[in-house]
């Protein structure tokens, strides 16, 4: 299908895909085995100023919006998901600051972030508190100068390899999810630690960790917004940011895509080629078809992400659950009629369907976001 792309966003997708063949597929398996965070793929993508895609121009950024971050994560999550939420979570990690900071914190943080000096990191979730968003914990509490963080974040992506954490406390616990405010901590910030490192079932060069804060100070002109805005903020983020959640689960169906097309085309049996016989034709038929209809969404999501519109959870939500339901779907299939090798290590299928799992969990759940579709069809009944 045609896109209608600008020059310079096919001048950034075709970037991306060649820095996701050239630098992240030799690497790809050994780092999935190793579970080492990609610091030599992040500092690439850094010298090709793939972080300046989303940042502003004015903090030296290239003033991209959510179309063009999504097709980088398209892009390189086509060859490797776990590399994509690496560089994506900086998006996530700064949305919060580009909307809604000061101009002083946008001039000192979003540079280092455009330049990739500096990596970021979005804490929201804790042991108790992860689809029930609204359950959070850890405090912040008001004292002489700033803020005195106490609790621990949990499953934080880029956990410990970030610099600059964008954190959702509690600054008044009468008030509960209206009682929450987003503030900035420093890796090096006295009081701020981090626990232990998660083993997980796919994205595994990805780093997930716990943060713990412990009588943690952090200065009150690191407060993004205004108190009491901090779940409020987060919300409005990932609205925004779930189409880039798509992204990643299409780019996993497109690689699975390829791969089985290109497996299937060598693999003889009963005297042909496994893709000229109609059963695998009709899978591939469905993945490609299901694929297509992914992007022409999440393309479509990002546009609305872009253009300012107001209420973006409906089209937001759609774009990421039926993009990773295709994404799981996809890479299951692609196992199934590529048979033993596709189930082996050896072939990158099995490692893709581990990774596209995830897509269907974070930033919501698929079953929370059909929810909230639900809640905004009810709302908008009777209008066009």
């Known amino acids: 299908m045609e896109y209608f792309l600008t020059e310079e966003q096919k001048t950034i997708k075709d970037l991306a895909r060649k820095i996701a063949e050239e630098r992240v597929l030799p690497v790809r398996a050994e780092l999935d085995e190793t579970e080492d965070f990609p610091r030599a793929i992040m500092k690439y993508l850094a010298d090709a100023d793939m972080f300046r895609v ?5 903090y030296e950024g290239l003033g991209g919006g959510c179309l063009e971050l999504c097709l980088v994560v398209e892009e390189l999550s086509r060859v490797c998901a776990a590399i994509s939420t690496c560089y994506a979570v900086n998006a996530l990690g700064c949305y919060t600051l580009i909307e809604f900071g000061t101009e002083e914190q946008k001039r000192k943080y979003l540079p280092d972030i455009a330049a990739g000096r500096r990596l970021t990191a979005f804490a929201l979730t804790e042991p108790t508190a992860g689809s029930d968003a609204g359950a959070i914990k850890t405090t912040a509490e008001k004292v002489n100068g700033g803020y005195m963080l106490n609790g621990t974040k949990q499953f934080i992506t880029n956990g ?23 503030i900035i901590v420093e890796k090096d910030t006295e009081g701020f630690s981090f ?32 108190e009491g805005a901090g779940f409020l903020m987060a919300m409005k983020l990932f609205d925004r940011s779930r189409p880039g959640i798509g992204a990643q689960a299409l780019g996993i169906a497109q690689g699975a895509l390829e791969t089985a097309v290109d497996y299937t085309r060598q693999r003889i049996q009963f005297g042909q080629p496994l893709i000229s016989l109609p059963v695998v034709q009709d899978i591939l038929g469905d993945m490609a078809t299901h694929i297509e209809a992914s992007r022409a969404l999440i393309y479509a999501a990002a546009r609305t992400v872009d253009s300012g519109a107001k209420n973006l959870t409906e089209v937001s939500a759609m774009s990421k659950v039926f993009a990773s339901d295709v994404a799981m779907k996809v890479t ?7 048979g033993g090798p596709g189930y082996m290590r050896d072939y990158p299928l099995e490692k893709m369907m581990r990774d596209a799992k995830i897509t269907q969990i974070y930033e919501g759940s698929n079953q929370i976001l059909r929810n909230a579709i639900a809640i905004e069809t009810r709302k908008r009944k009777g209008r066009t």
């Open 54 to 58: 989303f940042i502003p121009e004015e």
């Open 195 to 226: 626990g232990k490192t998660e083993k997980k079932m796919g994205i595994r060069a990805s780093a997930t960790r716990e943060l713990i804060f412990r009588n943690c100070f952090v200065p009150e002109e690191n407060l993004i917004g205004r």
């Open 160 to 182: 410990g390899e970030a610099e600059i954490y964008t954190v959702i406390a509690l600054t008044d616990k009468t008030r509960g999810a209206r009682g929450a405010s987003a």
């Open 332 to 338: 299951t299939d692609a196992v199934q009629i590529c």
